[in-house]
């Protein structure tokens, strides 16, 4: 942070749903009477232990892969959805705890804008008053005033205003998002949280309604928190960009110190899965393994963990780099049972082949080649685990580390490969 006025502090939010629903319900019943003892409801960590803060003026771009809790953290932090734990601070104030009066008249100056602008606007009502029911909802105006800023809106949008008496049916796609913005604005707010507004536009449309956004940002003096899985869109319109991951934010940098040089493994494998336009351009992908985890049950220490290319070998063990990597190798093949144990030896060539490993790590090995062998798959893949990936500070202490930046004050990165 450059000591510029924080707009939004975020402090360790974080928001769980329960799947009390049925299906994850654990009941136990006393037989004798046939009421349940206990039930054990189980809780989705949509969002955990988030912090960060967003200065007057500046976009912040939110990216991570679908479902990894952004939007989720985006309705949290207006209130839509009721934190679960934490502080939301907004111009100074903690809103996390406010009554619906108080967070009503906070409402005004924190605007969210949607992805799919045909659903969020009602077809039976015309563009004009559209746009000014937030401003009537507010008491702000009467008629004749409400009437006059919805058709400036209009025009600061890049729409006619002409068109105040349309109905949505009547516009583009780009056009409706634009109806949209004007309507978010008409509140004159401070803060508008933005979840993929452009992901349902045509790439051309896309820029200029980001240009629009941008320009209207400086003449309305608006910080937005940019939501999107699209890393050139987030790339397009932020200052900075926090990376999340399983409910938490796992980088967080000036926008082209996290392009030109990620600092956390997720980064640099979801930076190098962005299409180039030249193929022979594309240099080494990450392309990464696995399922994202439960996030019912998110693994410890490092929620990446289980899919990380660099995952750090265990301290008790004297690995060299090859040795780590066949190992790592070894033990992910495994778990997917990604090959076919024609025999022990087969695979032992395919991952050690002029690797030796000694001591306890190479019985280890030993026992799960024979496992495997036995295509005893289970065993084999819980020995590795219990042996290796359990063992690895990854799985043992949740990362968190300030790092110098040579464009802010400084950037964060959740990965023990920075612990030195
Ligand atoms: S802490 Fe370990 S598992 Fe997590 S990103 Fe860093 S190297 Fe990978």
């Known amino acids: 942070m450059s000591g510029a006025e924080s707009i939004l502090r975020v402090e360790n939010l974080t928001k769980h749903f329960s799947t009390g629903s049925g299906v994850f319900d654990t009941v136990e019943l006393d037989l004798s009477g046939g009421f349940p003892l206990k039930r054990n409801v189980e809780h989705v960590r949509a969002v955990d232990d988030v912090s960060f803060e967003i200065e007057r003026g500046e976009t912040l771009g939110l990216v991570g892969e679908s479902g990894c809790g952004k939007s989720t953290l985006g309705r949290t932090i207006l209130r839509l959805l009721q934190p679960t734990d934490g502080a939301i601070y907004f111009k100074g104030r903690n809103i996390a705890d406010l009554d619906k009066g108080e967070l009503r008249r906070t409402r005004k100056d924190q605007q969210m804008i949607f992805q799919d602008p045909q659903s969020s ?37 890049g ?49 200029q309604v980001l240009n629009t956004m941008r320009e209207l940002q400086e003449e309305f003096n608006l910080t937005y928190l940019f939501i999107s899985h699209d890393l050139s869109v987030i790339r397009h319109i932020s200052d900075r960009v926090a990376v999340m991951y399983l409910g938490q934010i796992v980088e967080l940098a000036e926008k082209e110190e996290l392009f030109e040089d990620p600092k ?9 899965a962005i299409p180039v336009p030249d193929p022979s351009q594309a240099g080494s992908r990450t392309i990464l393994q696995g399922d994202v985890p439960d996030p019912v049950n998110p693994p410890s220490g490092c929620r990446f963990r289980t899919r990380c290319p660099e995952l750090i070998p265990p301290d008790a063990y004297d690995l060299g780099d090859d040795e780590w990597a066949a190992v790592r190798e070894f033990m992910r093949a495994v778990r997917r049972r990604a090959f076919d144990p024609e025999s022990r030896a087969a695979v032992e060539a395919e991952f050690f082949d002029g690797v ?65």
């Not at 516009?171 to 998002?177: A, I, K, P, W, Y």
């Not at 819980?382 to 359990?390: G, K, N, P």
């Open 356 to 420: 030796s490993l000694g001591g306890e790590a190479g019985a280890a090995v030993d026992d799960a080649l024979d496992h495997v062998a036995a295509t005893e798959w289970e065993a084999a893949t819980e020995l590795l685990t219990d042996s290796f990936a359990e063992q690895s500070i990854c799985a043992q202490e949740q990362p968190a580390y300030e790092l110098p930046s040579s464009r802010a004050e400084s950037r964060f990165a959740a990965c023990h490969l920075h612990r030195e």
């Open 121 to 157: 606007l009602n077809p039976r009502m015309k563009v004009g008053p559209i746009v000014e029911e937030p401003m009537k909802a507010h008491d702000l105006y009467d008629d004749d005033g409400r009437e006059e800023r919805a058709r400036e809106l209009l025009e600061a949008v």
């Open 159 to 207: 729409l006619d205003p002409q068109h105040y008496n349309r109905y949505p049916h009547q516009f583009s796609g780009g056009q409706r998002q634009r109806i949209n913005l004007a309507r978010a604005l008409s509140v004159d707010p401070d803060f508008i949280v933005c979840d993929e507004p452009t992901s349902a536009l045509d790439a051309s449309i896309q820029a």
């Open 264 to 272: 956390h493994p997720y980064t640099r494998s979801l930076l190098s």
